[in-house]
Every structure is written in structure tokens, then in C-alpha cells.
């Protein structure tokens, strides 16, 4: 049988005090209780970017004005594939929170823990903490 295969945009969204918001995955949903860059699934006939900015929108309630793909990860999972799009966010408007009641804060890049976040994301937060020393 063939694994199903995502393609996932997440936003790396950095203030300038080189502090980056993250949210809290619920603990029912696939790796519970993990933080990660917010973002979700492409809908189809989607681009990563403006899947980026649809649920940068409905998750954290911030419009994006400006953002970079930094980092496309493919990474497999037992009972699927994920292809993650990386974007550094470094402009938008209103400030964003956890509009689905996820847990949310900012942290200093050099404070970001990889084993916080699911193993897919751990490359990126390595590139992320070593960027910011």
C-alpha cells in the first residue's frame, strides 16, 4: 500500500528582537504535544506560499507582507511522507497568537530545543540556533 504523502508550509516567524513564535501541537493530533512553526497542509492546486499565508491566517491571525522560502525537508514517517516548506516570515501585519486556543510564545532563536519540536523540524531549528550565534 502507498503511504500518503503531504506537502505542509510552515512559517518561521521572526520578530526583531530575533525572538521566534511557536505554537503547541494538541495532544490528539499527529505528534501531540510538540511545538512547531505554525502552518498547515496545501489544499489542492495551492502554491506552499499561499498556503503559508491562508493558515498563517486562520491559525495565528496574522496577514503576511513579506516571506522567504528558506528550507524544503522531505521527511518519512512510518504511516506517511511529509515534504515540509520552510518560509522566514519577517514582516506582517497584527500580532499573532493562538487564534485555535493552542498553547503559544515567543522564543529567542539561540533558545530554540530541537527535541521540543517533531523530528522533522529538528534540522531546521539546528540551522536556526546555529544561524543566531
Known amino acids: 500500500m502507498e503511504k500518503k504523502h503531504l506537502h505542509i508550509a510552515a512559517g518561521i516567524i521572526k520578530n526583531s528582537n530575533n525572538e521566534i513564535f511557536i505554537t503547541q501541537r494538541r495532544a490528539d493530533s499527529h505528534m501531540g504535544g510538540f511545538w512547531e512553526f505554525p502552518g498547515g497542509k496545501l489544499?489542492?492546486?495551492?502554491?506552499?506560499?499561499?498556503?503559508?499565508?491562508?493558515?498563517?491566517?486562520e491559525e495565528v491571525g496574522i496577514t503576511v507582507t513579506h516571506c522567504e522560502l528558506t528550507e524544503t525537508i522531505t521527511h518519512e514517517f512510518t504511516d506517511r511522507n511529509i515534504t515540509l516548506y520552510?518560509?522566514?516570515?519577517?514582516q506582517w501585519e497584527d500580532?499573532?497568537?493562538?487564534?485555535?486556543?493552542q498553547p503559544s510564545r515567543w522564543l529567542l532563536q539561540t533558545e530554540l530545543?530541537?527535541?521540543e519540536f517533531p523530528p522533522a523540524n529538528r534540522s531546521i531549528v539546528g540551522l536556526l540556533t546555529k544561524s543566531a550565534g
Open 43 to 57: 489544499e489542492q492546486g495551492e502554491t506552499p506560499e499561499q498556503a503559508l499565508i491562508r493558515e498563517l491566517k
Open 86 to 90: 520552510f518560509f522566514m516570515v519577517d
Open 95 to 101: 500580532e499573532p497568537f493562538g487564534k485555535e486556543g
Open 113 to 115: 530545543v530541537a527535541d
